[in-house]
């Protein structure tokens, strides 16, 4: 029986030791040296920077130019990569960890900005890239290496910081243009929507969202979640009354009414993980929200309007033939070229007027998930799109049709080309130029069209940014609170139950080890509602404990054997446990299956507690008490009956 026992003791030392590994991984594989990217943007191109100072001729390529300007400031040992854009600088270097990493792009930086003051260093890639180096071992031993003490688990947003989005799946959209911008300035428009918004809920139409969008600041939106056709008419019709009392002088588009069907949702989120995995997140969180919504976690990531870009861009692209009545004319006064149409008096005509005349070609399902970002010959960039069998022949027919005729590129309904077909074009391939405001905006795009377009828009309607050092700040207070109550509840059990309450004490370290073991094995976010699930399973667990000491010191005021107190101790004490245990895990799960976010973290670490308490509070408690009783320490009753 003592045999089984010890071996039984050794068992949980075992998985103690593989749970301490887990959870906060002191033994890993010594670190090996990886080549990490170093990005830095320039307030200039980086040709008129680097030419003069390396006497580069003009034909050299970027790259070359680029390496020996590396070479001549004497950076160390980089090697340039592949550009964004010519205002950008990729450099190349080895690192070992995570650390080493950081200190040479802060040398870098240094460099670079002492040359040249107007250089930042673009740190959004390198982070997550760095993360993945780990930290600077204490001891290296060959391939292993023993790294300090850390804690191993996801952390939400409220603890490290990050974006969080709420997304609405559009179902109704009303498009208004005016032939004058809305206003000069964004509070002006601001104003605008406000009033539109309010005479439209006086008029009974609750369920929408006004917008006017920056970049188009002739256009104003009404979103609704119309689920019927019905609803959609009678909707129309409201919005139709109420510009016409508000904004008389715009011309409605065509509205769109979007069919919802049962996987649309499903189906929205996997298009949407896909473009988060080419921001370079981390554990992203990409859930569900009720029957139409979508939350979306992206720790790390701080520049909310990248995200946005990225994920809320329906890209739907169009390939579509430009009426003849109609000509595209191209404005490059400013920093981007804009496509807009005039007709043949001359006259203006709203882009969304042509969208909805013109004959639709091809769309994005015709394309390859190969598009890649180029330059032209006038270094600006481009996006090289290849068309699938179905789409090459549909663009090659239409080509041979129309020579001379215009091609109207429409992404989201907005024209960002209009080339000239000037002769077939049978390959599978095209280039989309000139209206792009630099490579980044390319690159969203190829990204967007290489994901696929979402099945139905969506609008943020929550968004919420935790800064890196509010985060650091909540998690080090959380785990201090969770700490300093963990230390007071052992503190208390030694005092008052004495033998046993050190043993609850070696128990309750096991089944804190046991907990966030499993929290990191189901890949759970921490949480600062998780972290309050712990400390409250950290009391249930303790009172788990008390109630079998309490049964405990009752048997032996009967006069019984220790061995014989603790048999009838435990086995009475047992219903009582699992009857606390189990409706707290009803409650959990309810909170689980019906709360949203912070309340599913604090239902879920509440649960994990609950179940590894029963494992610890019956076998590793009464374990270690069996072994007390084989000690000389059972024969001493005072130190039971407190």
Known sequence: MRAKRYAWLGGVVVLVLVCVEIVFQPILRSPS????????????????????????????????KAQEYVDKLKLGDFLTSSRESDNVLVLAGDARTSKDAWAKGRSLEKSLAKEWPGTTWDTSKFRTAAKKLGGSPLVSLGPLAIYPMKLHVNYGLDLQGGVHLVLQCRRALFEYATPEPLADTHEARTAVVRKVRDAL???????????????????????????????????????KETMAAFLPEAKPRKPAFYEFQRDTV??????????????????????????????VQLAGVYDPKEAIDYIGTTASLEFRKVPERYDPKVDDSGTVEKTYFVDKQGETVDSGAVYDEAELILNGSDLKPTSVVSVDQFQRPTVELEFNPEGKRKFANFTKRNVHKYLGIFLDRECISAPVVNEPITGGKCVISGGFEDAKEAKRLMVLLNAGALPIPIDVVENRTVTATLGADSLQKSLRAG????????????????????????ALTIYCVLVFAVLALVGATLTL??????????????????????RLKEEMRTNKTFKSALDAGFSRAWTAILDSQVTTLIAA??????????????????????????????????????????????RKRFLYLA
């Open 33 to 64: 040296t990886k080549e990490i990217n170093y990005e830095f943007r320039f307030d200039r191109p980086f040709s008129e920077l680097a030419g003069p100072k390396t006497g580069a001729t003009g034909e050299k390529g970027f790259e070359d």
């Open 201 to 239: 809920i006086r008029r009974g139409l609750a369920d929408m969202e006004v917008a006017a969008p920056d970049d188009r600041n002739n256009i104003l939106q009404v979103r609704t979640q119309a689920k019927t056709g019905g609803e959609f008419k009678r909707q129309e019709r409201l919005v």
């Open 266 to 295: 499903d189906r929205t989120i996997e298009i949407v993980r896909t473009r988060v995995d080419k921001l370079g997140v981390s554990e992203p969180v990409i859930q569900r929200q009720g029957e139409d919504r979508i939350v």
């Open 483 to 506: 700490l300093l109550g963990v230390v007071l509840v052992l503190l208390f059990m030694m005092a008052y139950y004495r033998v046993p309450g050190a043993v609850a004490n070696v």
């Open 529 to 550: 509602p998780g972290i309050a699930g712990f400390i409250l399973s950290v009391g249930m667990a303790v009172d788990a404990n008390v109630i079998i000491f309490e």
């Open 589 to 634: 799960a309810v909170l689980f299956i019906y709360g949203t976010g912070p309340i599913q973290g604090f239902a879920l670490t509440l649960s994990v507690g609950v179940l590894v308490n029963l494992f610890t509070a019956i076998t590793v408690t009464r374990l270690l008490m069996s072994v007390v009783a084989d000690t000389s320490l059972s």
